[in-house]
């Protein structure tokens, strides 16, 4: 059977959110993906701490679509170095 998991991918505006939820939910890699608008995000880049307000992706999935879903998230999101995390 499937095993569930659920991922978060992070996005730096709306348009970017919309993007990448469509293309998963299209491409069948995500049951469902809801939008959360409001993160504030602290993180290590190029040896700095930056800051930033982004959305959260919060994905629907199962384990076993992670390689795809990676791979389409990759091709959809403006980050060079996209936030995917399952759990």
């Known amino acids: 059977g499937a095993d569930p998991v659920a991922v978060y991918v992070t996005v730096p505006d709306k348009a970017a959110g919309e993007r990448v939820a469509t293309a998963l939910v299209e491409a069948k890699l995500a049951a469902c ?51 995917v995390i399952s759990v």
């Open 33 to 83: 993906v809801n939008v959360v608008p409001g993160v504030e995000s602290y993180y290590w880049w190029e040896g700095k701490v930056n800051h930033d307000s982004e959305l959260l992706l919060m994905v629907k999935s199962t384990k076993q679509l992670m390689p795809e879903l990676t791979d389409k998230v990759l091709e959809t999101h403006p980050y060079s170095t996209p936030e």
